[in-house]
């Protein structure tokens, strides 16, 4: 795949690009700030870019407001932003602009050098790909709210990793069940909140962050 690389920090940045560029992909620039970021997807829009949420000059929310940008801007490319905590503001934000090709790791988890991989792969490919971290903080920060309350506890398990941007059959293979079963938990999700009219892979995004708030 075209890969598009925003990180202020230039061994992150090199690191990132020789491993993309040795697992066969093809990294068409590297940038270190946001207004570098647009303009090089507007010179020649990647499949996926990968950004950090703050950037220069600030080093604020720049590398989430070009990610939401490019997502208004250019549909089709797919958005893996990083963090260095869980933020959850600039969680929901991204998920709320659009559910479909978007992707929120932690840094650390770059290390992880197949989970970093697998999530490109899934932004790419127009799903979503969000750290468990970042899903178990929401999830915790979310208890007190009765609709998450209603789910029992195998549901809660798949609703984790729907968050994730797991598809039911990847669901299936992690908690060692049925895809059947599977498909039975997430229907009884959307029921439980309110989601069930709703059409769409954003539900799936939705179930998570419904009942979030900002």
């Known amino acids: 795949m075209r890969v598009i690389l925003a990180e202020d920090s230039v061994l992150l940045r090199a690191g990132l690009a020789r491993l993309l560029t040795d697992e066969g992909h093809e990294v068409v620039a590297e940038v270190g700030d946001a207004p570098a970021l647009l303009a ?3 010179a020649d829009q990647p499949d996926v870019v990968v950004a950090d949420v703050r950037m220069p000059p600030n080093h604020r929310d720049e590398g989430l407001r070009a990610a939401v940008e490019i997502r208004d801007r250019w549909p089709a490319v797919g958005v893996l932003v990083l963090s260095q905590y869980v933020e959850r503001r600039y969680a929901v934000e991204l998920l709320t602009t659009r ?3 978007v992707g929120y790791l932690l840094k650390d988890r770059v290390a992880e050098v197949g989970e970093f991989l ?3 792969d899934r932004v790419a490919a127009g799903r979503a790909a969000f750290d468990p971290e970042v899903v178990r903080q929401l999830l ?11 789910l029992t506890a195998r549901e809660a398990e798949v609703l984790d990793r729907m968050a994730q941007g797991h598809t039911n059959a ?27 009219r709703t059409t769409g892979y954003s539900r799936r995004i939705l179930a998570v962050l419904h009942y979030l708030g900002s």
């Open 170 to 196: 990847g669901i299936a293979a992690h908690l060692h069940v049925s895809q059947s079963a599977v498909e039975k938990h997430v229907n009884a999700i959307f029921d439980k909140l309110d989601l069930s």
């Open 99 to 101: 559910s479909d090709g």
């Open 118 to 120: 697998d999530a490109l």
């Open 40 to 42: 090089a997807v507007a």
């Open 140 to 150: 915790t920060r979310t208890s007190h709210t009765d609709p998450l309350r209603r």
